[in-house]
């Protein structure tokens, strides 16, 4: 019998095995010697459990470091279901598995049922909530249970406004995932949300943490505190003051500003029905901003005051130039103004005219003066421009220029109708007034304090020049009259201090587009001989069509009596030297 065949099939057979060994061979050089570095680095990979570790959101504190707003530090909890049927566990001297041993350690920290905890566990998302806002002592329960790359943390806050409603218009409020949606808390959002850190743990196949594996841990940098301007004190009593002014006399809505003269720090901007931010969403969103800041009226007379100023740094007038003053008053041009009261017809000086608020007497003192200088007048007071404050939502006004003027808006923009302002920016009329007439831009910002303590103070504008010395001071002395016995508002005088203001009431359409409602305001400086802040008033749409003198004027003494004693203000001790009010 021949071996030839034998011997070929031996042959092949070899040859076969000789090449499946080659392949393995080569197989195995390029796992370990090609592919090796990789796949050990994606195993390490799939071992690693990262988790990002948030900051701690800053603080925003008044002008005394009282707290506005802080943050205390939750923990929301989440599960990585797929590594959940891995996880074994001895309880009670019994081995678990799976869902039933992680609800059975988890259950009793978190207060649930393990059945219904055990459903949430299955699943296969690498991170479902499983609970929220957890306190730091519930978080350490759960650490301590040995549930590392399972049950994973995520470290968050909850914001605390110890202070209800008040400033709440002005702080704003933060989102479930602790960002700044509005005020100060979106405006300042970069300085407070801080910088995240990160976490990584080497866990094992049971997902057990390895003492001896890769733990890397970069700390979180904690947000900066913010130094608000605000005094909590007379921010508090300025929205006790505006509710009570606008429930009594059923306005939409009232705003109170108080600004430091010199300076431009706003220490109370409040609004009526205030928000608080703590439960923000109880207010509707149309009244969560600031209307000091976001709304606009006609400031009516108050907005005769940049006419005067205007007149006198001009020359076109002095406080004692005299004018026939009627109650009715038709133009050249064919143009008809009243004054708001009938009254037989006077010889007025212009400060007369101011503290009587004659409206037929402030169109002859405009007159004197071209449109565009009237109208440079009142863009450098600060009307038709946003004032820059740190508030979102801020609106510039309405001021057309003279080219866009009719007959008509060419005299009613002397007397404050036919423009809109805030009234931050009607507030800083009296304080570029009060500040001898340099305009310092408002500010709610004073600084920030970094994690090491360090305080950078916000860069401050300089103050831009709107008339002389001699001209504020006389506007002073005029607006002193305004309060006197013989001023419009003399319910804004108060007992021991000499105050300084101007009151305004103008007409606003209704939906039908008639005149039938009112707007009250008042800006005002105090003490007048040595100014310390000014403040402006608005009430808007009063119920009781009643004149400014009455609904405004005296929550300016309210709120200028609290803010003097506040701030440890001596009374006045001289008495104020008027100009005459009337031609002799």
Do not use: C
């Amino acid at each position: 019998m021949s071996t030839r065949p034998l011997d070929r099939r031996h042959t092949i057979i070899l040859v076969v095995v000789l090449a499946v060994v080659l392949v393995f061979a080569g197989r195995l050089v390029y796992v370990q010697a090609l592919e090796g570095p990789r796949l050990a680095q994606d195993a390490r990979e799939s071992r690693l459990w990262h988790s990002t570790i948030q900051a701690s959101r800053g603080d925003i504190v008044d002008a005394d470091g009282e707290i506005l707003a802080t943050s205390v530090q939750r923990y929301n909890v989440g599960v990585n279901q797929r590594r959940v049927p891995d996880f074994t566990a001895e309880i009670d001297g019994e081995e678990k598995r799976g869902a039933v041993a992680v609800a059975a350690l988890l259950a009793p920290v978190l207060d649930r049922d393990p059945a219904e905890l055990g459903a949430e566990l299955v699943g296969d998302s690498t991170f479902s909530y499983i609970a929220r806002g957890l306190t730091p002592e519930q978080w350490r329960e759960i650490a301590a249970l040995g549930l590392a790359g399972i049950i994973e943390p995520e470290l968050t806050s909850e914001r605390i406004y110890p202070n209800g409603n008040t400033a709440g218009n002005l702080l704003g409020y933060v989102g479930r995932d602790g960002e700044g949606l509005a005020g100060l808390e979106l405006t300042m959002e970069d300085a407070l949300r801080g910088v995240p850190g990160s976490s990584v743990v080497e866990v094992g196949l049971h997902g057990h943490s390895i003492p001896t594996g890769q733990q890397e841990f970069v700390a979180a940098e904690p947000g900066d505190t913010v130094h608000a301007t605000i005094d909590r004190d007379i921010q508090y009593r300025a929205q006790q003051i505006i509710d009570d002014s606008v429930n009594r006399y059923s306005a939409q809505w009232g705003a109170i500003v108080v600004q430091e003269i010199g300076t431009g720090r706003l220490l109370a901007v409040a609004d009526s029905g205030a928000v608080d931010p703590g439960n923000y969403q109880a207010t509707p969103p149309d009244q969560r901003g600031s209307r000091a800041i976001q709304s606009t009226f006609e400031p009516g007379s108050t907005g005769k005051v940049p006419t005067f100023a205007a007149a006198l740094d001009t020359g076109a007038v002095t406080p004692t130039t005299s004018f026939r003053t009627p109650d009715q008053l038709t133009t050249a041009s064919g143009q008809t103004f009243s004054d708001a009261d009938e009254h037989p017809t006077e010889q007025l000086t212009v400060a007369g005219i101011l503290a009587t608020s004659s409206n037929t007497g402030t169109v002859q003192i405009g007159d004197r003066m071209s449109d565009e200088e009237r109208y440079e007048y009142l863009r450098a007071f600060g009307f038709g421009q946003r004032t820059g404050v740190e508030m979102p939502g801020e609106t510039p006004g309405i001021l057309a220029p003279p080219d866009r003027w009719d007959g008509r808006q060419r005299y009613t923009t002397m007397f404050g109708q036919g423009l809109a302002v805030n009234l931050l920016q009607n507030t800083g009329v009296a304080a570029t007034i009060g500040n001898g007439g340099v305009h310092v831009p408002p500010r709610l910002v004073d600084g920030t304090t970094d994690a090491t303590g360090r305080f950078h103070a916000r860069e401050t504008p300089e103050g831009t020049r709107v008339v002389s010395e001699e001209t504020a001071a006389e506007m002073m002395t005029m607006m002193e009259s305004v309060v006197s016995d013989e001023g419009t508002g003399v319910l804004g005088q108060l007992e021991g201090y000499r105050l300084a203001g101007k009151t305004g009431t103008a007409q606003v359409p209704d939906a039908n587009g008639r005149l039938t409602r009112t707007v009250a305001s008042f800006v005002g400086v105090a003490p007048a001989e040595e100014p310390r802040f000014a403040v402006g008033v608005v009430v808007y749409h009063p119920g009781h069509q009643v004149p400014s003198s009455i609904i405004a004027a005296p929550a300016f003494k309210e709120i200028s009596a609290f803010t003097l004693q506040h701030l440890g203000v001596a009374p006045t001790t001289t008495e104020p030297t008027l100009f005459p009010l009337r031609a002799e």
